[in-house]
C-alpha cells in the first residue's frame, strides 16, 4: 500500500477527564452506561471512554450512531512494548432503528492527547465499517499507509489490511480522545452539507503499567515482592512503600476544577496487582484518595488464582466529594490525585 506522511508530532503526558473503565469483568457490566443520545441537528456528541464508545446524532432527518471501539480492548503500555499488542481502532455508521450499517462513508478523524494533536487526516470505507491499526515506533512523526481514494484524497484499506497509523500515537497510557467528522454517505460523492456534518467526541484509553519492587521488614528473609499498578486514566507518578504499615502511595495528575467534573462524566480507575501468596495479599484492603478513605470503592477480582488484582473504582459523585475537599483545603495547585493503599491487618 502507497503512504504519505501527513504531519509532526511529539510525545507528551498529561491528563485529561473521561470516564475510564477496562477491566474485563467490569466492562461488560457498566457497557450500557455509555450510550449518549442527541437531541439535536446537526450535534456534536460528547462521551467518556474505556474501550468502546458508542455515540449518536443528526444530520437532516436521520440519526447516525457511531460505534468507536478498540480491539483487543484492553491495551496497556508494557504489552505495546513488548509489541505482543497490534490494537485496531473500528469506526462504524450505522442506522439505530435498522441496525444497518451505513455504506460509503468518508471520515475526518483527530487523534488529541492531553489536548496536542497526534493524526488529523481523511478516511474513507465504502461499507462505513472502517479499521485503523496502530502501531506506535520512535519515530518522530506520525505516518499513516493506505490506499488513497484520487478524489476525495481520503486513506482506505480492506478487511485484511486496514489503515495504520504509525508514529508516537499509543505510545504513552492514558486517555486518547478521538473527534470524528462525517463528510459524506451512501454514495462515495454524496457529500453532507458542512453545516449538517454530524460530528462526534469519544475517549478510549491506553493502561498505563507502573512496575515496582517492594521489601518488608523481615531482616534476612526479607525478600522483594514484584507490584505492578495499571492507571487507565493518567500516568503514576512518586511512588513510595512504607514496610513498617505496608502502605503504598502514588500520585497521578488530576485536575480538580469543579466546574470542569461538572459538566462531565467520569470515572477513574486503578488497578494493583499483588503476587499470593505474599506478605502483602489480605482478604481486604483500605485506600483514601487526597486523604479521604475510599475503601467501599475498592474491588478484588476473584477470578486470578495467583493475584490479588485490586481495582480503584471511583465514581463521579465520590470524585466531587474529594474536588470540594481539595479545593476547600486550598489543595488545588499542585494538580495531584494522591493514592494511598494497603491490606488490613
Known amino acids: ?4 506522511k501527513r504531519m509532526t508530532t511529539s510525545v507528551f503526558c498529561g491528563s485529561r477527564l473521561v470516564y475510564v473503565i477496562t477491566s474485563i469483568t467490569s466492562i461488560f457490566l457498566l457497557i450500557s452506561i455509555i450510550v449518549f443520545s442527541a437531541l439535536m441537528q446537526p450535534r456534536s456528541v460528547n462521551a467518556d471512554g474505556l474501550f468502546q464508545e458508542q455515540l449518536s446524532a443528526s444530520f437532516g432527518e436521520r440519526t447516525a450512531d457511531l460505534i468507536i471501539k478498540m480491539t483487543p480492548p484492553v491495551v496497556t503500555t508494557e504489552t505495546l512494548q ?14 439505530p432503528t435498522t441496525e444497518e450499517g451505513f455504506k460509503h462513508v468518508t471520515y475526518y478523524i483527530t487523534i488529541e492527547k492531553d489536548g496536542k494533536k497526534l493524526l488529523s487526516d481523511w478516511f474513507h470505507d465504502h461499507k462505513g465499517d472502517l479499521k485503523i ?14 490506499e488513497p481514494d484520487p478524489i476525495l484524497q481520503a ?44 460530528e462526534y467526541d469519544g475517549w478510549l484509553s491506553v493502561g498505563a503499567v507502573e512496575n515496582q519492587q517492594v521489601s518488608l521488614e523481615n531482616g534476612s528473609r526479607s525478600k522483594p515482592i514484584p507490584i505492578q499498578i495499571i492507571s487507565y486514566y493518567d500516568e503514576l507518578n512518586d511512588f513510595r512503600f512504607d514496610p513498617s504499615t505496608k502502605e503504598m502511595q502514588f500520585t497521578m495528575p488530576f485536575d480538580w476544577n469543579v466546574t470542569r467534573l461538572e459538566q462531565n462524566k467520569i470515572m477513574v480507575h486503578q488497578e494493583i496487582l499483588i503476587p499470593k501468596p505474599s506478605e502483602l495479599t489480605a482478604k481486604s484492603y483500605v485506600g483514601t484518595i487526597n486523604g479521604m478513605n475510599v475503601t467501599k470503592d475498592l474491588m478484588i477480582d476473584p477470578t486470578n488464582s495467583t493475584k490479588d488484582v485490586v481495582h480503584f473504582m471511583i465514581p463521579k459523585p465520590v470524585i466531587m466529594q474529594i474536588a470540594e475537599q481539595v479545593n476547600k483545603n486550598g489543595q488545588t495547585a499542585d494538580g495531584l490525585m494522591k493514592f494511598t493503599f494497603k491490606p488490613t491487618v
Not at 513488548?82 to 442506522?95: A, E
Not at 491499526?133 to 493506505?146: F, H, R
Open 1 to 4: 500500500m502507497r503512504h504519505v
Open 155 to 198: 486513506f482506505t484499506g480492506t478487511e485484511r489490511s486496514p489503515v495504520v497509523a504509525t508514529g508516537p500515537i499509543f505510545s504513552e497510557g492514558g486517555l486518547y480522545h478521538f473527534t470524528v467528522r462525517v463528510t459524506t454517505i451512501d454514495y462515495d460523492r454524496s457529500f453532507i452539507p458542512d453545516d449538517k456534518q454530524p
Open 133 to 146: 491499526e496502530m502501531k506506535p515506533s520512535d519515530a518522530e512523526s506520525i505516518t499513516v499507509y493506505g
Open 82 to 95: 513488548n509489541q505482543s499488542q497490534k490494537p485496531i481502532i473500528q469506526f462504524k455508521l450505522y442506522d
